[in-house]
């Protein structure tokens, strides 16, 4: 057995874990928090001497060839090894706690100041992430070892340095037993990836400190401190200010030791659970709009610099998120001052995930009973314990944590059961979270029952049973690709069982690697067994940039609902701590596309309050298009949009007659001609294949019925039974369909079509008629009637495609938008008069895919050809066919069609989440069995 699979050798000279705190030499410099101005601390990042062996064999006792590389960071984003994405599965055999002979090593070196002062005093090095594990050795002597890649590692290593020039040497293995814990679904990298620095301490100075909060005051371990409010110190806490996600107020305790100054953000504020399972914070029932954060950057690997962490909190502000769970580890320390001061609610999960258990015999079974499950293997009881000491010890002083998580899929066994009672023991001020703990029915003492991947329904039957712990998702909406769809369904619920205290959305960004012009995934860089892009998943692409499904989960998550009766506007207020008065609400009487009246007020309105507020506007008598009131919260920003149809009666224009068409009909042809057009019927087909306006060919090619649409990643299991891919079984195989004519006909001025689609190797999955009438003014009225084959799997989408001369991009629109929007992905977006094109259209997920889509649409206008309806449709409009969107794994491969693609659709399935999440719900489905659908071409003269 090699050193670092010795279960009993976990660590080597640690120190004990303390909580995360840095100190200063003076009061001013503790109060500013600024580290670097501390003559204490010693920051290491920067530039260190590397060498990487693919063998820890290899290391020879003298390195003479140093590479250079930047501290921190992971070694596979600097071209050493490569970046490996599995999911589930090890990397290697599983065999714990034995990992490959071979085992990757990267060598870091560098010099380091120790200066007179410093001599006088102790030294400690405190690493804040390493992955796997390292030793250290400061003047070529052997200091220390640790592993736990996400939790901090401290040395003392006062006996090693002198005054003057050291060196210090860390060797790190890709590797260790701790890697069985550390089975987490991302890019396995490796290399020392957070903060390295310096601590002078005095010999004496206190080194746990813990600040508690309790009954509204604030007690210190150590006896000497200060308590600052803003400048003010504050001699007695009456009526404090309490802390909150959406007000974070924080006092600041300066804790004097010998000669340290050392600040700690405090803040006042309670978690308890109601006797009908609510999350109480500070009495006042909570719910949790969060999201599953982990550390990844396109750029960076797992290393996040402070402004990335920050400016990505801040994002999650905007989207109004106010929890975050730090999936499937502790975050940087700096991530929770941040949340801290920003006001999240934390679910802090410690560094433990052996969910490739599972899959150790081949399938996917957690056979509990089974001694292979190191979760209950006692020789593993250190490894499981002190990882959940480590975190609680850390970050046991941040008000933002309100949950301490015992890690994620490592099934559930004895020491989880020792990890829990020892949290419990210790903290007993909030609430502990396992998820494994289903495994045996919620039996073992954890405080909220959690959940992922529930479907909608399924969370009902959790808030209607007898268990009264608070219900938690801690993972739903997988937001992989175009998507999450479900988020609305599921906050219906959320808000309607006071025991459903919300849940986070899996997950923040999408990992993933940027290089050579694209985001790269699994199995691009030769992993031997890999996941794909299934780290694709963020609610934010891998940038931090927004998309369709981080709006919807904006607009799901906010804090405003109304109501509309007539002129009567019943606005609620969803805060828990803030009046609606801190923002300003506006409102639009938008009539056909144009604003009619508007007004701004201040809403007083107190959290978990309502109003009626009388809005003075009078609606015309009818409209063309439609009427809607719009309303917009504003602070700093949008924080809340919500539109009512206000139901004004339609009255659209009359297709006036001005000429009458001639009908020629030929062998194949029936040729149409009025004054301005003509246009060319293909009998063979039975479709327009030319439409000629003004001497101007508006079609490129003939205009088709269709039902396919390029697999979302959310359609990753049903579009099996959609297409015809590797299996070619199980499809309906509407990604390779036979178009068949029966009959046409022409009759006075109408063009009669039966006829079926069929997938290849099918029978028609639809049967039907159209009827195609030229009227008066060039119009076509297009009228579907078709009747879908009886036990047909719902289908991705129904609609015309038009293909048009690629010159036309630019196209107006009134309908859903200006965003991409579907069925059950919608309140993002308003119905409005748009302007947009094909350019603005097109959405980069990371491997193509549908996307681009509108509902609720009356009228699209684009290259001389307007499209209206009566009722509704939606469209797209595209410069990729959904086969191209269909074939390419990577943005870098999409091709420009020849043409740009119009689909005038009856309607497009919803997105729903079912890449991990349950099935698309049924009421998004084109599932009905007959369909009708009414449209009208109108050539612009
Ligand atoms: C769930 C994991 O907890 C999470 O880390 C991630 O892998 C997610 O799935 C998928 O993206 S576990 C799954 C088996 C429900």
Redesign the pocket.
Known sequence: MRSYENLNLISENREPQRSYYIPYDTLEKALKGNKEDSEYYRLLNGEWNFAYFNRDIDVPEVITKWDKIPVPSNWQMHGYDIPYYT??NYPYAVDSPYVPDDNPCGVYNREFIVDRQWKERDTYIVFEGVNSCLYLYINDEYVGYSQGSHLQSEFNISKYVKKGSNNITVRVLKWCSGSYLED??FFRLSGIFRDVYLLSRDKNSARDIEIKVENKNISVSEKDYVIYDGENKIDKLDNPILWNAEKPHLYKVVVKSCSEYIPFNVGIRDISVSDKGELLINGVSVKLKGV?HHDTNPKFGHYTPYETMKSELLKMKELNVNCIRT??YPPNPEFLNLCDELGFYVVDETDI?I?GFVSRNGGYVYDMESEDWICNQEVWKNSFVERAQRMVERDKNHPCVIMWSMG??SGYGSNHDAMIAWTKNRDKSRLVHYEGANLINDKCDVDVVSR??TSVSGIEEFAKNEDKRPFFLC?YS?A?GNGPGDVWDYWQRIYQYPKLIGGCI??WADHAVFADGAYRYGGDFGETTHDGN??C?GLVFADRSFKAGSLEAKAVYQYMRTSVNGNKLTISNLYDFTNLNEYKLQWKVVCDGETIKAGEMICDIKPHQSKEYTLDFTLPENCKLGCYLNLSLTGEYEVAAEQHDLHVAIKTDSNAVTSSPKFVEEKQLIIITGENYVYKFNKHYGSFESITVNGEEKLTDIIKLTAWRAPTDNDRRIKYEWGLFEDNRSGVNLNRIFSKVYFCELADNKIIVNGSLAGISRSPFLRFNVMFTILGNGSIKVELEGKVKENCVYLPRLGFEFSIPKKNKEFRYYGMGPYENYLDMCHHTKVDMYESSVDKEYVPYIVPQEHGNHTRTKFVEIGGLRFTTESEFEFNISKYTSEMLTAAAHTDELMENESNIVRIDYKNSGIGSN??GPELLEQYRLSEKHIKFKFYIKPVM
């Open positions: 999911n589930v987490q679904d599953n999936s499937h995930e969910h994620n899929e992922m991947y993972e997988h992989m899996w997950e299934f780290c998943d890449s991990c």
